[in-house]
T-cell receptor
């Protein structure tokens, strides 16, 4: 079974631009969550989608948004990029909740904002 | 708000020896779960072990075991017979009960080096 796939692996953008990151979960998984990882703030939860509905949301500004499609694939969008948005963005999928189904993470997308 | 603290930014161990990574957390909830994840240079987070708060018995997965002290809000990871492949960043994580879905709170991480 294929794992969680994130594309692209690396991305370089300029301040003020917008960016879209993609995540394909493990087949059959309906939950997709996103995390931001930076050296200063560590790993922080962005949001989670389950069956195309946002189930949880972290404390990030409205510039960060996401969506999930009927095939469970998810996209994350960041508008008006700032230098501080440079980070590793990790996507994870599970079949239900993390209590009864472990999270499976992708290899992440490394975003650099210049 | 729940917080997770890992007080050891770096740890090292000799191959075949045992090492313990520390984690403390703060919560007022009674229903929660705790996890240890490892992140090797490939960047992929891998689940090492999980513990349900309502279970008194410490979880064990092969060479990995935890010491869960609920009253002290402590959740340490013991790695026995350390192997070179165990070298990675280790994160302790917490999630509140069922309603939190996959919203994990992570600690700062402990970088583990395994010396041959």
């Amino acid at each position: 079974k294929a794992g969680v796939t994130q594309t692209p692996r690396y991305l370089i953008k300029t301040r003020g631009q917008q960016v879209t990151l993609s995540c394909s979960p493990i087949s059959g998984h309906r939950s997709v969550s996103w995390y931001q990882q930076t050296p200063g703030q560590g790993l922080q939860f962005l949001f989670e989608y389950f069956s195309e509905t946002q189930r949880n949301k972290g404390n990030f500004p409205g510039r960060f948004s996401g969506r999930q499609f009927s095939n469970s694939r998810s996209e994350m969008n960041v508008s008006t990029l700032e230098l501080g948005d440079s980070a590793l963005y990790l996507c994870a999928s599970s079949s239900g909740t993390v209590m009864n189904s472990p999270l499976h993470f992708g290899n992440g997308t490394r975003l650099t904002v210049t | 708000a729940q917080t997770v603290t890992q007080s050891q930014p770096e740890m090292s161990v000799q191959e075949a020896e045992t090492v313990t990574l520390s984690c403390t957390y703060d919560t007022s909830e009674s229903d929660y779960y705790l996890f240890w994840y490892k992140q090797p240079p490939s960047r992929q987070m891998i689940l090492v072990i999980r513990q349900e708060a309502y279970k008194q018995q410490n979880a064990t997965e092969n060479r990995f075991s935890v010491n869960f002290q609920k009253a002290a809000k402590s959740f340490s990871l013991k790695i026995s017979d350390s192997q070179l492949g165990d070298a990675a960043m280790y994160f302790c994580a917490y999630v509140r009960g069922e309603t939190s879905g996959s919203r994990l709170t992570f600690g700062e991480g402990t970088q583990l080096t395994v010396n041959p």
